[in-house]
């Protein structure tokens, strides 16, 4: 039997994977908040190299709390949200909810492990390049891949059904065997190009273009490989610079944290910087340009938001 899934957040991520779902006869049951009356009215429309789709009927809902139970709830909320996580899964976790993790970040799993150890607890790194448009619209620019990997035993048993029905929906999908280096793997992508987009004003074209920027973002993941290294988590040598000419031959792409600040959203600084920088320091060691880039974009995001 398909797993039926509730979609926590329908923004680019959520929409763009719930829309997949859906288009491949998933049971989908979406949580929105400021389109919510527009996606009943206008329904869900997503724009993709894939194929552009229009549903007309969304199962979309304004609260968690009125939604049937489903087998897998995606979280795709931003993780400047995630104090509010307890309050909105509580009503949808039940024993054995899978909670499919698809923020960024580090350490995320090991709150919702401690906050509903009844749940099964998957990480979804998603490797997307996506943009919301406006109410109930979605742009898929390029890539799409989730990789799954468990936090304990429980998911290890679940991630054979997740990519079967992620891979129904034309979703590539692999499986990672650990968490830790999963999300490390993610972070040394998204704590050069995030932040640079933001502190120099440049989506990814612009960066890999500029001799300067990109031997910052070599910087940064040089840092970022050495403290993963401490936390116990190695890459091969070329890993760094495979990234970087991926990141040179993506469609010129706006990350999420830029698309924020331009927006005067609140970035999401805690889960992408300041908890790598903590698990770092709690191994005897400091990241000097991450630590930087931490700060800047934190003195950005306050001007920028009480402007």
Known sequence: MKPTFTILGTGALGG???????????????????????????????????????????????????????????????????HLLPKLLAPLVHDGTVLLNLQNGLTLENELATQFPQAVVIAGLCFLCANKLGFGHIAHLDYGLVSFAPFDERGVAWIPRLMEAFAAASIPVEAQSELTTARWRKLLWNIPFNGLSVLLNRNTDGLMADADARALAEQLMTEVVAGAAACGVHFADDFPAQLLETTARMKPYAPSMRLDYLAQRELEIEYLYRRPLREVMQHGMRLPAVEAITRLLTIADRHNRSA
């Open 16 to 82: 763009f994977y719930g829309s997949q779902l859906l288009r491949s006869g998933a049971t989908v049951r979406f949580i929105a908040h400021s389109d919510v009356e527009f996606i009943r009215k206008h329904g869900l429309r997503v724009d993709s190299p894939l194929g552009n789709v229009q549903h007309q009927s969304v199962a979309v809902y304004a609260a968690s709390d009125e939604i049937p139970p489903s087998d897998v709830v995606c979280i795709a909320l931003k993780t400047t949200q995630n």
